[in-house]
T-cell receptor
């Protein structure tokens, strides 16, 4: 059974600071997704990482994937309040059929002034 | 293009009643997924369909839950009879292909409260 762990579960950080969220998973996969969820809202896709060494960047967020270590990171650079949300990683099982995703527990990010 | 559309947005009902949640996927997407989100268990995949056919329902919690997809533009998730522990946010998501570089697109969810 695929297990996906995120840490930290909660992160309070000051504006302007940098930090990294970690996503570890237990079995082989070559596809990983990052989503953002605002309170009471839907999940918004941020990044799709498809191969070992993949790196994607959008604004102050950068995601990377190391399939050998079964680890993905989401790095936040110079945080701003608008980044406050819950961030989920989701790992696809290599079923050969569909993108059956297992989600991590989520990291609730709070950016303070 | 319109996104994934779910209805109702909120549902409050009494224990024992039948609940039906509805989903319209993005046109052209041939995979449809139903998820449940709770504080205790996080986001769980309940069932998914490919070309209207259920592929994996191993996440459906028990026989009280059933899902159908009568055509490419409509799916339902039904709970009968409902229980307070079914209270959660239920999301529907769709994707254009299964094994792809496209993410799943989520609807706004149905917040279900069973009293």
């Amino acid at each position: 059974e695929l297990k996906v762990e995120q840490n930290p579960l909660f992160l309070s950080m000051q504006e302007g600071k940098n930090y990294t969220i970690y996503c570890n998973y237990s079995t082989t996969s070559d596809r990983l997704y990052w989503y953002r969820q605002d309170p009471g809202k839907s999940l918004e896709s941020l990044f799709v990482l498809l191969s070992n060494g993949a790196v994607k960047q959008e604004g102050r967020l950068m995601a990377s994937l190391d399939t050998k270590a079964r680890l993905s990171t989401l790095h936040i650079t110079a945080a701003v309040h608008d980044l406050s949300a819950t961030y989920f990683c989701a790992v696809a099982e290599n079923t050969g059929t569909a993108s059956k995703l297992t989600f991590g527990t989520g990291t609730r990010l709070q950016v303070t002034l | 293009d319109a996104g994934v559309i779910q209805s109702p947005r909120h549902e409050v009902t009494e224990m024992g009643q039948e609940v039906t949640l509805r989903c319209k996927p993005i046109s052209g997407h041939d995979y449809l997924f139903w998820y449940r989100q709770t504080m205790m268990r996080g986001l769980e995949l309940l069932i998914y369909f490919n070309n209207n056919v259920p592929i994996d329902d191993s996440g459906m919690p028990e026989d009280r839950f059933s899902a159908k997809m009568p055509n490419a533009s409509f799916s339902t998730l039904k709970i009968q009879p409902s229980e307070p522990r079914d209270s959660a946010v239920y999301f529907c998501a769709s994707s254009p292909t299964g094994y792809s570089n496209q993410p799943q697109h989520f609807g706004d969810g149905t917040r279900l409260s069973i009293l």
